[in-house]
């Protein structure tokens, strides 16, 4: 908790007055958003933009003003989280389910923070399984093409139901093992009917705060 804590509250201070903030998903996120919170209450003036309604509900019990997308030109900074980030910059992210949301957040931001801790840093992506995002409708035949493509999809579920995604649809989880090419299987899944996006963030990423459990951080530059 400590490494993860000391690296979303730097990112935290980034953050100045006047600027619409993205706020991530996750156990990194959560302590940004609380670290927000608390700046907040000592009259930092911001508006955000959560990535799921758990970020949106923490967010709105912390006091922190929030604003829908259709009142927003751009986003300044995004803070969120990764679960494995390659040296160049490409992400896993969806552990939490909210990759959706997330990508699109991040897409409309001007700069994308990852908080991470030094266990997320990797060589190549792809130990961790990587979420896809599929709808319902026809998903068993959605993951046997997902299945095709060198992996093994398993359907994600919680407390022994199938895992609903903020948007109503469901993640499958594909163990890779490892990802040679991250660009190029992003577009690939990406095309098959029934998936809606994929946990490959490729280039949107701009700076990587890594937190150690000895409280210290380093800054990753692209
Ligand atoms: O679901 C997500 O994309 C989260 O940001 C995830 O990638 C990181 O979650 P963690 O901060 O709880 O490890």
New binding site residues.
């Given amino acids: 908790m400590e490494a993860?804590k000391v690296a979303a509250e730097k990112a935290a201070d980034f953050i100045q007055d006047g600027m619409i903030v993205g706020l991530?998903?996750?156990?990194?996120?959560?302590w940004a958003i609380q670290r927000i919170g608390a700046r907040v209450r000592e009259g930092l003036k911001i508006k955000a933009i959560a990535?799921s309604q758990a970020s949106e509900e923490l967010a709105r019990e912390l006091g922190i003003q929030q604003l829908p997308f259709a009142e927003i030109e751009t986003i300044d900074l995004t803070i969120?989280?990764?679960?494995e980030a390659d040296p160049a910059f490409h992400?896993?992210?969806?552990?939490?389910?909210?990759?959706l949301r997330?990508k699109i957040v991040a897409a409309a931001s001007k700069k994308l923070i990852i908080?991470?801790?030094e266990s997320?840093v990797v060589d190549k992506l792809g130990r961790f399984p990587l979420?896809v995002e599929v709808v319902p409708f026809g998903h068993e035949m959605t993951l046997r093409k997902l299945e095709q493509l060198g992996c093994k999809p398993v359907l994600r579920t919680a407390e022994g139901k199938t895992f609903v995604t903020d948007n109503g649809n469901y993640i499958a989880d594909c163990h890779f093992g490892r990802i040679d090419d991250p660009e190029q299987l992003h577009t690939v899944i990406n095309l098959i009917p029934g998936t809606v996006d994929n946990?490959l963030f490729i280039q949107m990423a701009d700076h990587i705060i890594v937190g150690y459990h000895d409280g210290s951080v380093r800054e990753l530059e692209k």
């Fill in positions: 993860k991530g998903t996750g156990s990194t996120a959560y990535t969120d989280g990764a679960d992400l896993i992210k969806g552990g939490g389910g909210a990759l997330e908080v991470v801790d997320k979420p946990g």
